[in-house]
């Protein structure tokens, strides 16, 4: 069936690091891909999307694009604040339905 | 645009007590979903409505979970009797129908039971 296997965590990175959480996943046809972010005693709010193939989503300085023949929808940033603090989903849904599937999270702590 | 709007956001409740925890959609979203989410984990469906039909209730623990969505609009998830296991963050999200529609969240209702 569909699935998101997300990087392990947790990550720590000094403020100004360069970020990569690595996302793959597994589906039939042609999924929508999407990274979410959830701040502490919060819901998860979206960060960015893409969906099809080579799309690149943006957001707050975020990036991700969408890799079909690796299966991958890796997400980066160029430069972390403190405030990127946060649990970081990656997530799927198929291209038909609107079933949607989350991988673990992966824990991002940035120190000043 | 209103989100998704939940309550209560706390909830402090003894083991074998019952809990209903209310959901709001986004207007105009036919698709509503309920997931557990434990602490330090992923959401979890736990049911997910399309207008007021279900599409989807495989991982709701049926003989204490119970979730309607009347009318089509709001939803009341409801557990009875809550075990400790049950601590969690409870998120309703909803959607547009059609693939490829993002899926937005509420903040969430925080159970706690003791």
């Known amino acids: 069936g569909d699935s998101v296997t997300q990087m392990e965590g947790p990550v720590t990175l000094s403020e100004e690091a360069f970020l990569t959480i690595n996302c793959t996943y597994t589906?039939?046809?042609?999924?929508?891909l999407f990274w979410y972010v959830q701040y502490p005693g919060e819901g998860l709010q979206l960060l960015l999307k893409?969906?099809?193939?080579?799309d690149k989503g943006s957001n707050k300085g975020f990036e991700a694009t969408y890799r079909k023949e690796t299966t991958s929808f890796h997400l980066e940033k160029g430069s972390v604040q403190v405030s990127d603090s946060a649990v970081y989903f990656c997530a799927l849904t198929p291209g038909t339905g609107n079933q949607f599937y989350f991988g673990t999270g992966t824990s991002l702590t940035v120190i000043p | 645009e209103a989100g998704v709007a939940q309550s209560p956001r706390y909830k402090i409740i003894e083991k074998r007590q019952s809990v209903a925890f209310w959901c709001n959609p986004i207007?105009?979203?036919?698709?509503l979903y309920w997931y557990q989410q434990i602490l330090g984990q992923g959401p979890k469906l736990l049911i997910q409505?399309?207008?007021?039909?279900?599409?989807?209730d495989s991982q709701l623990p049926k003989d204490r979970f119970s979730a309607e969505r009347l009318k089509g609009v709001d939803s009341t998830l409801k557990i009875q009797p809550a075990k400790l296991e049950d601590s969690a963050v409870y998120l309703c999200?909803?959607?547009?129908?059609?693939?490829?529609?993002?899926?937005?969240f509420g903040e969430g209702s925080w159970l706690t039971v003791v």
């Open positions: 999200a909803s959607s547009l129908v059609g693939g490829g529609n993002t899926i937005y």
């Open positions: 207007s105009g979203h036919a698709t």
């Open positions: 893409a969906t099809k193939a080579d």
């Open positions: 409505f399309q207008n007021n039909g279900v599409v989807d």
């Open positions: 589906a039939t046809g042609y999924p929508s």
